[in-house]
């Protein structure tokens, strides 16, 4: 099984609300991915956890707030967003250590602040 | 500098026809993987390849580490090929994890 799931499909916000993105993966690994995808852009990478730990964060404002609270979940809280953070975002998951490092990705979820 | 160049942007093809695109990186990778992402948006993972051949079906992918390309195959196109693919790779000396994308092969087929 090398699914990724995440909640919700679609999110529609205001500027002042606060919402959760959630990403659950089963197949054992021990990292975990968010990344940020614009319209007719590639995806660029947010944040890296690896064994729950946060081990990278590129430059994101702080109106993102990742949090990993086991091995197989992963959130991503948002908090006064604005219109331009309007994007897919997505979740991957990997190994870490040791063996093909293939990161598989989530359906991602169509954030559109308002 | 470009660290992942894909070409070509655009590509229209018949359905049935065969097409190569191509990823050049800017250094060694410990990662290279090829993505399709559907009009949906999942990216689809089609190969880890950072060096040597994979053939999956009609697919199939080179790595050649050392003079720092990748090419993708795609035999007797079909219309569900469409969509856009990504290369993405992590290098040497980069942050574990990071995935660098290129900018993407954007594949129409025709019926």
């Known amino acids: 099984d090398t699914e990724v799931t995440q909640t919700p499909k679609h999110l529609v916000m205001g500027m002042t609300n606060k919402k959760s993105l959630k990403c659950e993966q089963h197949m054992g690994h021990r990292a975990m991915y968010w990344y940020k995808q614009k319209a007719k852009k590639p995806p660029e990478l947010m944040f890296v956890?690896?064994?729950?730990?946060?081990?990278i964060n590129e430059s994101v404002p702080s109106r993102f707030s990742p949090e990993c609270p086991n091995s197989s979940l992963l959130n991503l809280h948002l908090h006064a967003l604005q219109p331009e953070d309007s994007a897919l975002y997505l979740c991957?998951?990997?190994?870490?250590?040791?063996?093909?490092?293939?990161?598989?990705f989530g359906p991602g979820t169509r954030l559109l602040v308002l | 500098g470009i660290q992942v160049e894909q070409s070509p942007p655009d590509l229209i093809l018949q359905e049935g026809a065969n097409s190569t695109l191509r990823c050049n990186f800017s250094d060694s990778v410990n990662n290279l993987q090829w993505f399709h992402q559907n009009p949906w948006g999942q990216l689809i993972n089609l190969f880890y390849i950072p060096s040597g051949t994979k053939q999956n079906g009609r697919l199939s992918a080179t790595t050649v580490a050392t003079e720092r390309y990748s090419l993708l195959y795609i035999s007797s196109s079909q219309t569900t090929d469409s969509g856009v693919y990504f290369c993405a790779v992590e290098l040497v000396g980069g942050s574990q994890g990071n995935l660098i994308f290129g900018k993407g092969t954007k594949l129409s087929v025709k019926p």
């Open positions: 991957a998951s990997s190994r870490w250590y040791s063996g093909e490092k293939t990161q598989y």
């Open positions: 956890y690896s064994y729950e730990k946060l081990s």
